[in-house]
DNA sequence: ATGCCTCGAGTTCA
DNA sequence: CTCGAGGCAT
């Protein structure tokens, strides 16, 4: 380090380095233009601390040595404003903007008024007081009239100066503003929390509340808190401008960071248009707030106007819908689902949350519960995950009321009273009374009945309930059964037990409207496909394209419904939980007499499909054989088993000498003949070679040759929305073109298709350089090949 | 065994 | 959308 030798004197050195110092800090924090390098900034920082320590004569209250105190205070002493601060009026509502703009238009007598705008930082209001210059005590806003002391720490805060700049300031000065905490300086310290096992900030406006509060202003200098000034409190003494915008610009001048994003705008129109404006840019702002404020930019108007209780007439906070809210836990329920899965929810007292009404939320399942601890009773914070679903993101610890109780999981199902099990190693918890139970019966049926499986419309869940309480629908083939006369039957029964009874004509008439269509609907409903046939059965691990898979290799549903699980491992993606799921589906007979019945109450498939030619290579014995799961049977010593015992007879008969001198080791030979020896496995192989054999001569006729699709072999990703295709056409038109198209961007994605709004695998692609196709680029591939 | 990559299943409100 | 878990490549 380079020793200047001081040519000058200890005290201009050191006012010189003020100097300095204070003119980083502004060029910084106010003018947002670095200057001199952090390096640098400390170089010069410990150089005044040297001469302070050496002359402690020379140390003033504002020299910027002295930004943290070291002596924590005892508790925070109150502070009367003598100029209260303010509480604003919410506009939440285009139609409350106009309202407080009328207002103004009619007491002044003015037409589309200017307004100084700005955005409302979601941090902390405080009051700060310069004497001759010089910051001498800051303030909390407290109730408005009352706030607490909290001056030691609010020095700690750089972008706070403690020595105004220019000289036209009021010898007493208090400014208004608010003190937050940057949305990175918010994650990196608490990625550093989490590492380093320190606190960890709720959010940035807490982290803001809570830092100011500390009794050690060295704990608040180590966090990264900032500053923006909004106002003026007394200014004795002094010409003051005349418009509040050009107060922001003086306050800009004597030294306080004011937010670029401050304006003005004219009328409601221009105020609604700056909102609009704040709110594109509101999620990539480098700090959180919750609205912008109109102030009537005009000071002679603001006294004019004046107040209402605390609130100007002449200003107005128009917020954004909250994207996280406070409620609390009235109840945690448990839902059953279409395959049992016991989901816990919990009840919340209705909330505002991104703009709807939140009423439940998910908690998933028991160990989510137990991870948040969330109970009964419980203040909870509740936010919209991915703008869409509520979740419950944690609790409030301290506002948790006495002689609560961790949550469980009920041992018997709510609806039916069986009992939830819980498998070992599985997060999800079931109610094992399957289709004794009201609730799987009525999620199954609405699951038949959804779009993209049989696609009856005006089969709300709501009357699948109804209809199998009262006894009409017990299985989903009861659904063709139903006539209209039983549909106006079920209603009038509903209606009574319900005790609503609208007896008038008009209601009459609605009734039967809704049971003409839902009888439409349903026979609407009776030509379908197999795949999607496959896929309302509700068959356990069976989704869309799992059913699609099955019906494009197998074809036919006579084949598929008996099929063994070993010949349904031969379709890709399909192991042996799924075949097992499968094939255990099938073998309960009640399952096959609901096909039956759907089939002899009109059901068809109307798009018979072949066989697969891909099908044909793996019809053979060392395949099944691979494909049985006997112990030790790896692929190699099945097809070695295979080549030698090929039939049925002599795979069940064999005894196992001839196995071993067949080649098999040993081992092999005895594990496959512990396997015959089971009556179920004997019976699984014989059902195999049966199954194998009808599969071969249903190829028979099955040609070899597919046309090559232009998209063959490529997947594709979709996102966002697409203004001409519905995403459902989209990715028909693309899979009749070969390609596969799939729900997230992997590094195997061929491309990604971005629509309007396109969100996170947008990012995704980007990021993996995947390539991206815009719309227009989907038509015009697409309208070359159709 | 381990680590992608997909699929299935469950979810909220207007 | 998110999570869990099945399938499969390594």
């Not at 319900?498 to 007896?503: A, F, I, L, V, Y």
């Not at 249903?698 to 929305?721: H, I, W």
């Amino acid at each position: 380090m380079t020793h200047r030798t001081p040519e000058t004197s200890p005290a201009a050195r050191a006012a010189d380095l003020r100097a300095r110092i204070d003119d980083a800090n502004y060029r910084y924090y106010v003018l947002d233009e670095p200057t001199i390098a952090d390096i640098e900034y400390d170089r010069l920082l410990r150089e005044l601390e040297a001469i302070e320590a050496a002359h402690p004569e020379l140390a003033t209250p504002d020299s910027p040595t002295q930004r943290v105190g070291n002596k924590p205070s005892g508790a925070f002493a109150e502070v009367r404003h003598e100029i209260p601060m303010l509480s604003l009026g919410n506009a939440f509502t285009d139609a409350e903007v106009e309202d407080f703009e009328r207002r103004i238009e009619q007491r002044l007598e003015v037409r589309d008024p200017l307004f100084s705008v700005e955005p409302k930082f979601d941090g902390l209001a405080i009051s700060l007081r310069y004497e001759d210059g010089v910051f001498v005590r800051g303030a909390t806003r407290g109730d408005g009239e009352t706030g607490e002391d909290v001056t030691a720490n609010l020095r700690t805060i750089k972008a706070i100066p403690l020595r105004l700049r220019g000289h036209d300031w009021p010898a007493v000065l208090e400014v208004r503003g608010e003190v937050y905490m940057p949305r990175a300086a918010f994650e990196a310290w608490n990625e550093r929390a989490r590492r380093e096992g320190g606190k960890v900030l709720a959010n940035p406006r807490n982290g803001a509340a809570g830092s100011l509060r500390q009794l050690d202003p060295r704990i608040t200098a180590e966090r990264p808190l900032a500053f923006y000034a909004y106002a003026l409190g007394v200014a004795a003494g002094v010409h003051l401008p005349a418009t509040h915008s050009a107060t922001l610009k003086k306050l800009r001048e004597w030294g306080f960071p004011v937010s670029a994003l401050v304006d003005t705008a004219r009328g409601t129109a221009g105020c609604l248009a700056y909102f609009a404006r704040i709110g594109a840019m509101r999620d990539t702002l480098p700090f959180d707030i919750d609205g912008v404020v109109y102030k009537l930019d005009d000071l002679a108007g603001q006294r004019e106007l004046g107040f209402v209780g605390r609130t100007p007439r002449w200003a107005l906070a128009h917020k954004y819908p909250a994207q996280e809210q406070q409620t609390t836990v009235e109840a945690i329920d448990v839902q059953i689902g279409r395959t049992g899965a016991a989901t816990p929810t919990a009840r919340l007292a209705p909330v505002q949350v991104g703009g709807v009404t939140v009423t439940n939320a998910t908690l998933h399942n028991a160990d989510q519960v137990a991870r948040l601890d969330v109970r009964v009773g419980d203040t909870v914070i509740v936010r919209r995950a991915g703008d869409v679903i509520p979740e419950v993101v944690r609790v409030v610890p301290d506002l948790r009321p006495p002689h609560t109780h961790p949550w469980q999981m009920p041992a018997h199902c709510p609806i039916c009273g069986s009992d939830i099990v819980r498998e070992e190693g599985e997060v999800v918890a079931r109610c094992t009374g399957e289709l004794t139970c009201a609730a799987q019966r009525t999620r199954a049926i609405f699951h038949f009945a959804a779009r993209r499986a049989m696609d009856i419309d005006g089969l709300g869940e709501r009357y699948i309930e109804d209809l199998g309480d009262l006894g009409y629908v017990r299985s989903v083939a009861d659904l063709y059964k139903l006539t209209l006369a039983d549909l106006l039957e079920m209603k009038r029964r509903a209606d009574e037990r319900d005790g609503t009874t609208p007896e008038t004509v008009k209601a009459g008439k609605v009734a039967t409207k809704w049971a003409e269509n839902l009888i439409e609907a349903i026979a609407h409903s009776r030509r379908t496909t197999l795949e999607r046939f496959l896929y309302a059965l509700g068959i356990t691990h069976v989704g869309e394209s799992t059913a699609k898979a099955l019906a494009t290799w197998f074809g036919q549903l006579e084949t598929i419904r008996h099929l063994p699980w070993p010949l349904l491992k031969l379709v890709p993606d399909i192991g042996g939980e799924v075949a097992r799921a499968i094939d255990a589906f099938f073998q309960q007979a009640g399952n096959q007499r609901v096909i039956d019945q759907l089939l002899a109450h009109g059901v068809e498939i109307a798009d018979p499909h072949v066989p697969s030619p891909k099908l044909r290579a793996a019809l053979d014995v060392a395949t099944l054989l691979t494909n049985l799961e006997v112990p030790k049977l790896t692929e190699k010593r099945a097809a070695q088993l295979a080549t030698h015992f090929a039939t049925l007879d002599d795979l069940l008969k064999v005894p196992e000498h001839q196995l071993v001198s067949a080649g098999l080791p040993a081992d092999t030979a005895a594990a496959f003949v512990a396997w015959r020896a089971e009556d179920a496995h004997r019976h699984l192989l014989q059902r195999s070679f049966e199954t194998l054999d009808a599969l071969r001569s249903a190829l028979a006729g099955v040609s070899e040759t597919t046309a090559a699709l232009p998209l063959e072999g490529q997947t594709v990703v979709l996102t966002g929305t697409l203004s001409t295709l519905t995403r459902d056409e989209a990715k028909a038109k693309l899979e009749a073109l070969g390609a596969k198209v799939a729900g997230s961007v992997s590094k195997k994605t061929s491309f990604v298709v971005a629509g309007e709004a396109a969100g996170s695998k947008l990012d995704k692609a980007q990021e993996l350089g995947v390539e991206i196709w815009d719309e227009a680029r989907l038509l015009e591939f697409l309208a070359a090949r159709e």
